[in-house]
């Protein structure tokens, strides 16, 4: 069965600090992985999505992910973090019949 | 951008009343899902629809759950009797075709069952 799972429960950060956030993967198909982002008192967006092709992934608003599939591992990046990046983070794999399953959430603080 | 769009934002109720969340998914997808969030935990899968039916559905989705799509716009779920347990934000999320395409997300209702 597909399944995701992220390491960090919270993470907490400086302005400008780099940002690597983990997920890794259990998926028995084609691999199509997603990060979705949720901010204070907002609904889920998407931030990014791989299906093929190259396995750096660019996201919005300077994010990115690479996709390893030795590691199993598709894990969100951001060179320098801001204050408005603060959010929960989801990363998500297909289920059947076009559903998500998602992570438990990374949980990200930024410090002004 | 298209939106979905749920009502109510937040619905307080007592326990073992019948509550009903809307949502009006965007008007040219056919799939409609509902996702739900406890405070603190992940986001859950509950139920997947299409063609006026259910088409999956979770553990979670006992019977207590119902969903339905009384009117060709709007997209309800219906808890029949609420358990204190059913406080979470309701996600109601919506896609044209279910392969590979990124699903819309309603904004949520927050729901508090007391």
């Known amino acids: 069965a597909q399944s995701v799972s992220q390491h960090n429960h919270h993470v907490i950060l400086s302005e400008a600090a780099s940002l690597e956030l983990g997920c890794n993967y259990s998926y028995g198909g084609t691999v199509n992985l997603f990060w979705y982002v949720q901010y204070p008192g907002q609904h889920l967006q998407l931030l990014l999505k791989y299906f093929s092709g190259d396995p750096l992934v660019k996201g919005i608003k300077g994010f990115e992910a690479e996709f390893i599939k030795s590691k199993f591992s598709f894990n969100l990046r951001k060179p320098s973090v801001q204050w408005s990046d603060t959010a929960e983070y989801f990363c998500?794999?297909?289920?059947?019949?076009?559903?998500?399953?998602f992570g438990k959430g990374t949980k990200l603080s930024v410090k002004p | 951008e298209p939106e979905v769009t749920q009502t109510p934002s937040h619905q307080v109720t007592q326990m073992g009343q019948e509550v009903i969340l809307r949502c009006v998914p965007i008007s040219n997808h056919l799939y409609f899902y509902w996702y739900r969030q406890i405070l603190g935990q992940k986001v859950e899968f509950l139920v997947s629809?299409?063609?006026?039916?259910?088409?999956?559905k979770s553990e979670i989705f006992d019977d207590q759950f119902s969903v339905e799509r009384p009117d060709g716009s709007n997209f309800t779920l219906k808890i029949r009797s609420t358990k204190l347990e059913d406080s979470a934000m309701y996600f109601c999320a919506s896609i044209q075709s279910p392969v590979n395409e990124k699903l819309f997300f309603g904004s949520g209702t927050q729901l508090s069952v007391l």
């Open positions: 998500a794999v297909p289920g059947s019949q076009g559903n998500l399953i």
């Open positions: 629809f299409y063609n006026n039916e259910i088409s999956e």
